[in-house]
């Protein structure tokens, strides 16, 4: 039964990692992009647009928002 346990949840984080795509963001600032892209790992945009936000601000600098674009590699 443990094994049978442990096989489910393999293969359900391996299906979860299959429906992610890859996302090129960009940072804006006051409507303006600026800087470089970055690449980010999400399911969704929306999800894509967050984790490039906090990103962006993790690594300083400023931004007001982001806009994301799917990547197909």
């Given at each position: 039964?443990?094994k049978?346990?442990?096989i ?13 795509k ?12 600026t ?12 999800e ?23 990547k197909?590699?």
């Amino acid at each position: 039964m443990k094994k049978l346990l442990i096989i489910s949840l393999l293969l359900a984080g391996s299906l979860s990692t299959l429906s992610a795509k890859y996302y090129e963001c960009y940072r804006y600032v006051n409507g303006s992009p600026t800087g470089t892209w970055i690449k980010v790992q999400a399911s969704s945009k929306s999800e894509a647009s967050q984790k490039a936000y906090k990103r962006f601000k993790e690594l300083g600098g400023k931004v007001t928002s982001v806009n994301c674009h799917f990547k197909s590699d």
